[in-house]
């Protein structure tokens, strides 16, 4: 029944952690200036390594959206969508980002923000000036991962989840670990047992066809009695290997219930 209801809990944690995953909607790089030379392949690229970014940075069991299946969810009537926290509530996306490039005086500027779809908040964003593609890459490179990171850190997500799973964590190898001890104890006394059982047949043997000479009689008499001290012994051994063992997996059992 215990197990039963370990593998039960275990289940459990599992669905809630499934069901607190995130998922993530980078929208495409735009060009905002039609002045901007750039072609629709180098801005996909662009945010093609803003997404794999934020599947490096993310945890798990957060869900980064490809390019095909934002493009599934996006409905025919995205034109009239007024902001981008509209888009992430139409493709029911928790978070979504949109950037685009701009121009000041002779250098361009990428723009990247981040936003947090249930509260329509900004979560973070940057600038950068570059003259080239290759200088916006390295940008992204550069502070994608602290602006992702900003995810797990925001106001909306519990400030005590990241410390439960890491109790939790404790307390399952914990239990783990008593687990191990109890059943090794068990085994040492199973072991004992056997111990017991040989030498209590050792001393039987010794027993039988008890020799008539004084010397040899005597000689007998004190391997049956050194049998029977060992048998004596190794019963003594099984029941604190047995007490000791059956106390740890008790102790196990109460951490995997009450933890």
């Not at 009537?77 to 950037?99: P, Q």
Request: aromatic fraction near 8%; proline fraction near 3%.
């Amino acid at each position: 029944m215990f197990k039963e209801l370990k593998y039960t809990l275990l289940a459990a944690i599992l669905c809630l952690a499934t069901a607190n995953a995130g998922t993530l909607a980078v929208l495409e790089i735009t060009i905002a200036d039609d002045e901007i030379d750039l072609a629709v392949d180098e801005t996909k690229f662009l945010s093609d390594e803003l997404r794999r970014q934020a599947i490096r940075i993310l945890p798990k069991d957060y869900s980064v959206l490809s390019r095909e299946k934002i493009i599934t969810l996006i409905p025919e009537t995205a034109e009239n969508l007024k902001s981008v926290v509209d888009i992430g509530m139409v493709i029911k996306s928790d978070y979504v980002t949109r950037g685009y490039i701009g121009k000041v005086g002779n250098l361009l500027t990428l723009t990247v923000e981040l936003y947090e779809t249930s509260s329509g908040n900004m979560l973070g964003d940057f600038v950068k000036e570059s003259k080239d593609l290759k200088g916006f890459l390295d940008a992204i490179r550069e502070n994608a991962p602290d602006l992702f990171a900003k995810i797990t850190r925001s106001s909306s997500i519990p400030t005590n989840i990241p410390a439960e799973p890491k109790k939790g964590n404790t307390s399952f190898w914990v239990a783990v670990g008593l687990d191990v001890l109890g059943a090794t104890a068990i085994g040492l006394g199973i072991y004992n047992n056997s111990k017991a059982g040989d030498h209590h047949k050792e001393s039987q043997k010794l027993m039988e066809n008890v020799p008539n000479e004084a010397g040899q009689y005597s000689k007998r008499e004190t391997e049956f009695k050194d049998s029977q001290q060992k048998m004596e012994d190794a019963k003594t051994m099984r029941n604190i290997f047995y007490i000791t063992g059956g106390a740890l997996l008790a102790g196990g059992i109460a951490v995997h219930i009450w933890f």
